[in-house]
């Protein structure tokens, strides 16, 4: 794309036709199915216990036919509907689907089982019509604590089993009642019990309640049009997938980029993300990735299908559903034993970390090709604070998870957004009164970081600023991030956003913390977090000065930035942009460039 060459909006194709059965009706089943999913979701948050699940939403729900295929999913966690497809088949084929009955629950979070990390828990629940198995209610949700040596799971591992507790697929509820056994094995590994058995029981209930509404839409029309509705459902999925994946620009694309450290050693990680679109699928291939790592930066292969089945959903239509029909168009290859398909025992915890940056490498892959559907590298991480203690206030030990937004990255023709969770993360920010009055803490800043963004024609989000104070107690903090060597990158001329910090005791003696690390603070320490903003997108100087004056006004620009940054002079007395000036700064600015290069 030319520098001044501004993208414009591409129409959208209309959807395929080749359905059998009769559209209205598809249309009424399709949605009768979502809105199951998405009650499972409601009820989930609704009866869960920890500020993770309740408040940030980080889970997901769906419902599976009989032959474990996907069929509808909650409006949550991508990631985690990422994994689902290949967890939800995995264990119940691990487990056996001879030995399920009316009344089951299967539990696991074992990452080589097609999972994620030890945090996410999957409870698949299989639906019963008489003694007939008509399909699958699952639920995957993040568990604040899942044992292991750090609290929250989140910790500079060697390998998985100092993460937590594995589990290996176990059937959890028998007959319609919880297995005591098995979940008191499970709970005596964790350091707050009480809060992560009100969550599995909230899984466990979501489960139930997709059962009901699958057997309520099966007997209102009838079991013979469901699976008709199945087989149409995922055949017009992949028609109208690959109509959108043929539209895009076909051709071989590379891109690569690092993560700053394994959190062990401080060598970088390198990521290499080949892809080819061709005949309506696209092909990802990460031969020449770094090979893993003896630390927690692995991811499994699940998550990295995750994150390039993503980059390909946000290329084509969003109302285009997402199931089997769209994922066997998603081709990934990723070399066993690499820090993207991770081999037995590696840790995992900090995959993330890989994933975040595998999804800007994906819009980074396709940014010249497709400069209209791509976007700035986001704030790339996923900000990860874990802490325990005991709560001074009724001496119970808690557990406390938080993965704070940062900047997302500029699009062709907006600025990017401020202060929010990126890609297929989509949790939120916890709130400061909920957080205040579980946990002994206080929130002493909350904030926006000026001159944060990454510069451009349109700018990148800005990060966030929060501190924690430990009030009146000794706390184990684990941190686990990045962003910090290599912060998000503009495109196009655009410029990098930020990097992250994290500041021990900011108004004292001001300790900066590494970007990985487990440590033990004193009563009334405070924790300054401070997230990276976005990317640019396209060359400063071409910014708006009545946009970048709106920023000076708003606070999210200083006046120094609005003049070094976009070449933009703004009065800061009369609040108001000096034309003649800035022409003048942005064509000295402009030669200077010319004479640089």
């Known amino acids: 794309m030319s520098k001044g060459a501004k993208p414009r909006p591409v129409a959208r194709e209309p959807q395929p036709t080749g359905l059998r059965m009769d559209p209205i009706r598809f249309e ?27 408040t940030r939403a980080d889970f997901s729900c769906a419902l599976f036919d009989s032959q474990l295929r996907l069929i509808a999913q909650s409006f949550t966690q991508p990631v985690h509907l990422g994994s689902m497809p290949r967890v939800v088949p995995s264990a ?32 698949i629940a299989p639906f019963f019509s008489g003694n007939q198995l008509q399909g699958y209610a699952a639920t995957i949700a993040h568990h604040v604590d899942i044992g292991g040596y750090a609290p929250g799971g989140f910790c500079i591992s060697t390998e998985v089993y100092q993460e937590g507790v594995i589990i290996p697929v176990v059937r959890l509820v028998a007959e319609g ?9 499970i709970l005596a590994n964790i350091r707050s019990p009480r809060q992560s058995a009100g969550d599995f029981r909230a899984q466990i209930a979501a489960a139930l309640l997709g059962q009901k509404r699958m057997a309520e839409i099966i007997a209102k029309f009838g079991d013979e049009t469901v699976k008709v509705f199945v087989e149409e459902l995922i055949e017009h999925t992949e028609r109208w997938s690959r109509q959108q994946i043929g539209a895009l620009a076909q051709g071989e694309y590379y891109a690569e980029a690092y993560r700053d450290d394994d959190g062990v050693t401080d060598r970088p990680i390198r990521l290499v993300l080949r892809g080819a679109v061709r005949d309506g699928e696209v092909f990802f291939d990460l031969t020449g990735s770094d090979e893993q790592r003896e630390s927690p930066m692995n991811c499994t292969l699940t998550q990295t299908y995750s ?25 990934v290859e990723a070399p066993e034993g690499t820090v993207v398909h991770a081999r037995h025992p590696a840790g995992v915890v900090g995959g993330w970390e890989i994933a975040m940056r595998l999804c800007d490498l ?20 996923n900000c990860h ?73 349109y700018r990148g989000g800005l990060g966030i600023r929060r501190d924690w104070m430990f009030r009146e107690h000794e706390s184990t903090l684990t941190i686990f991030s990045d962003s910090r060597k290599f912060p998000p990158w503009g495109l196009f001329g655009g410029g990098s956003g930020a990097p992250s910090r994290y500041i021990l005791n900011p108004d004292a003696e001001a300790t900066e913390l590494p970007s990985k690390v487990t440590a033990r603070l004193k009563p009334n320490s405070v924790i300054s977090y401070r997230t990276p903003g976005g990317g640019g997108y396209g ?9 970048v004056l709106a920023d000076v006004i708003d606070g999210k620009v200083s006046v ?10 703004v009065d800061p007395l009369t609040r108001s942009v000096d034309p003649e000036a800035t022409r003048q700064l942005r064509e000295q600015m402009t030669a200077r460039k010319g004479v640089g290069q």
Request: aromatic share 10%; with cysteine; net charge negative.
């Open 539 to 547: 060359p400063a100087l071409e910014r708006d000065p009545q946009r």
């Open 385 to 457: 604070m874990a802490c325990g203690g005991r709560d001074p206030r009724d001496g119970e030990y808690y557990t406390f998870l938080e993965t704070l937004g940062g900047g997302y990255g500029a699009r062709p023709n907006k600025d990017g957004m401020d202060g929010v969770q990126a890609h297929f993360q989509n949790t939120e920010n916890s709130a400061i009164e909920e957080t205040e009055n579980n946990y002994p803490f206080m929130i002493t800043r909350y904030e926006l970081i000026p001159d944060s963004e990454g510069a451009g024609r």
């Open 28 to 54: 009424v089943m399709r949605s009768a199915f979502t809105a199951a999913a998405d009650e499972m979701a409601a009820a989930l948050r609704k009866a869960a216990y920890s500020t993770n699940i309740k």
């Open 307 to 331: 994150a390039c089945a993503y980059v390909v959903k946000c290329l084509i239509d969003p109302d285009i559903p997402t199931n089997d029909g769209f994922y066997r168009l998603v081709h």
């Open 362 to 381: 994906g819009f980074k892959l396709f940014s010249d090709a497709m400069p209209d559907k791509v976007m700035a590298c986001t704030k790339s991480i």
């Open 92 to 123: 119940v084929g691990k487990y056996g689907v001879e030995k399920l009955g009316p009344g089951d629950a299967l539990v696991i979070n074992n990452p080589y089982c097609n999972a994620v990390h030890l945090n996410d828990v999957t409870v």
């Open 177 to 185: 009642k919880i297995v005591e056994d098995v979940f008191s094995l």
């Open 560 to 569: 120094d930035r609005a003049r070094e940054a976009y070449g933009v002079v």
